[in-house]
């Protein structure tokens, strides 16, 4: 109980900008729950694209399509769609892809960009407070009053919001970049899935020219 008394005494004398950080540290920790959430109602995961790539080079092109049809995510309903199409039309495969890839890795990096603001934001924010305080903690100097130890303490509990700010950064840039890894994986194994399927396509074709 003591300690939370004295977390809200240092919030106060941080200032008026520990507000703001407050709100951005609350922002960052919804984008990382919806994001969450989101990536993993939305990621097929590596498996899948491995066990895809997999049937798909050893031509098992049904029970490639099965897996597709029975995994979640939006690789795997990419996949399926496009080899219902590939049975339908071969030309258009390659333009449904691409267009059905980069729809839904945008909705992947929705408010990602954000977390990248307050990164660069939150120690600005930290350091305008700590600037402020210093300026009311100067604006009292008077040695001959005695108000050197008035400074001293000033200045102190001004470093506070720059200590705020360089948190709020640090937990931000974590989760941008757990969740810009995860959309390099995933990229990465559309890719490779796109490959294959490509490659197939091109087999059939050559086979029907044949």
């Given amino acids: ?27 960052v920790v919804a984008i990382g729950v919806e994001r969450g959430f989101y990536f993993k109602r939305s990621d097929s995961g590596r498996k899948f694209a491995e066990n895809f ?19 979640n995510g939006d690789l795997a309903g990419i996949l399926y769609q496009a080899m219902i199409k590939q049975s339908k039309n071969n030309e258009k495969i390659g333009s ?22 307050i990164v660069t934001m939150a120690p600005l924010l930290g350091l305008l407070g700590t600037i402020s305080g210093m300026i009311s903690a100067f604006s009292i100097f008077n040695l001959e009053s ?39 994986n995933i990229v990465t194994d559309m890719e490779q899935c796109f490959s294959v399927v490509e490659a197939y396509k091109e087999q059939v074709i050559h086979r029907a020219t044949a």
């Fill in 53 to 71: 790539c997999e049937l798909m080079a050893e031509e098992k092109s049904s029970e490639a399509k099965k897996l597709a049809d029975t995994t």
């Fill in 146 to 184: 005695g108000q050197a130890m008035a400074i001293t303490g000033g200045v102190g509990e001004a470093l506070i919001a720059t200590a705020m700010g360089l948190c709020v950064a640090i937990i931000a840039l974590a989760v941008h970049s757990y969740f810009a890894q995860r959309l390099e």
């Fill in 96 to 117: 449904y892809l691409e267009i059905q890839s980069g729809v839904a890795l945008s909705k992947m990096r929705k408010r990602l960009y954000y977390l990248n603001v």
């Fill in 1 to 27: 109980m003591d300690f939370l008394v004295q977390g809200v005494e240092f919030f106060h004398k941080g200032g008026f900008v520990m507000y703001i950080l407050l709100l951005c540290s609350i922002f």
